[in-house]
């Protein structure tokens, strides 16, 4: 018999391709502890309910774990994401009942910040417009269009939200002669400065900034924290890019913004409803560059973090504290050991 169960949903829709049905890369951590991992189907939310009742550890695939969930845990010390954005789960339940909410900040930086800079880099120099240009006969077209743009060295850079990634996107974003300033209300101004980065207040960055990109997680502080009001404040030539999350922008506002020219274009990765409906004006959209929430995505990605998820539980139910915690104000009263890395790691 298992020493653990440790439950999870199997994954629909489009993601359920890409997830491989033995969990062979989640399991590499779980059995030298005597984990079991029980799988259940996708779309049996009764079920999936049931067994996470008596378990161990959950991993959240792309299901919600709710407050109802959360309450009829009986002895759970640790809900897994292989994820950033905890949006998907009741957090301040999973602190009532001191259960570690535990994600993967740190394993897809790179990518989202490489692909932030590309959408950076095609929105602003218009590369779908004048790619349909050079196709569909309009070659001649493509030059006079960028007179109308000044050239991107010089630009100012802001950056709403300043953790890994944003970071990340600065570093890759000195070097083409921007000025980058920043607006995070939880991150020292030093922290900043250090980096040769400047900080300013929201409305300030939105005025300034040539190019604005959206870093913020998802909570109810930043729902539609960019709005009406917020794109009013921008240049009409400007362009806003986003590969957080899409419900921290008010989507309707970001269409009328480009509808009515407030702003100059958009570079998206996220939106509020995923896939959007197709009659979405965004899709319609020349001045807009969208992918289909894909930064993350790269062939590393994958299974870097499965195998982290596992590994997060391994030290959970070993009696160690997580490497990342969403809640970690749980840990101090856990009864865990606070983890440390190996001398040789």
Same mark, same amino acid.
């Given at each position: ?27 590499? #951590?779980? /059995?030298?502890? $005597?984990?079991?991992?029980?799988? %259940? +189907?996708?779309?049996?939310? =009764? *079920?999936?309910?049931?067994? !996470? ?39 301040? #339940?999973? /602190?009532?009942? $001191?259960?570690?909410?535990?994600? %993967? +900040?740190?394993?897809?930086? =790179? *990518?989202?910040?490489?692909? !932030? ?229």
């Amino acid at each position: 018999m298992a020493k653990y169960k440790v439950v999870t949903q199997a994954m629909a829709g489009p993601y359920a391709a890409f997830e491989e049905a033995s969990h062979d890369l989640e399991i590499e #951590a779980l /059995t030298p502890i $005597g984990a079991e991992l029980v799988v %259940v +189907p996708a779309g049996k939310d =009764d *079920e999936f309910v049931e067994e !996470a009742r008596d378990a161990d550890a959950i991993i959240a695939a792309r299901n919600t774990i709710s407050k109802a969930v959360i309450d009829g845990l009986e002895k759970c010390k640790i809900i897994a994401m292989g994820s950033v954005g905890a949006d998907r789960i009741d957090v301040a #339940a999973a /602190t009532a009942r $001191g259960i570690p909410v535990t994600n %993967v +900040p740190d394993v897809f930086i =790179d *990518e989202v910040a490489d692909h !932030a800079m590309m959408l950076i880099l095609a929105t602003y120099r218009r590369l779908t417009i004048i790619d349909s240009m050079a196709r569909d006969g309009r070659w001649k077209e493509g030059r006079p269009l960028l007179y109308g743009y000044p050239r991107l060295m010089g630009q100012t850079l802001g950056l709403i939200s300043f953790g890994n990634v944003s970071r990340s996107v600065a570093a890759r974003a000195a070097p083409f002669g921007l000025h980058i300033v920043a607006f995070d209300p939880y991150i020292g101004e030093l922290a900043m400065t250090r980096e040769r980065i400047e900080p300013v207040g929201l409305t300030e960055l939105l005025q300034r900034s040539d190019i604005v990109s959206m870093h913020a997680p998802y909570t109810s502080e930043t729902h539609h924290m960019i709005g009406q009001d917020q794109f009013r404040l921008m240049k009409p030539h400007a362009v806003f890019i986003n590969t957080g999350r899409g419900d921290t922008v008010d989507e309707v506002a970001l269409i009328r913004a480009l509808e009515e020219r407030w702003i100059g274009g958009a570079g998206l990765d996220v939106l509020e409803k995923e896939p959007p409906d197709q009659d979405n004006p965004l899709l319609k959209m020349d001045k807009v560059v969208l992918t289909p929430h894909a930064a993350s995505a790269s062939s590393r990605m994958e299974p870097e973090r499965r195998r982290r998820v596992g590994r997060e539980i391994a030290l959970v139910l070993s009696g160690r504290w997580p490497r990342a915690c969403v809640n970690p104000s749980v840990l101090e009263g856990s009864g865990l050991r606070r983890w440390r890395p190996h001398p040789m790691e």
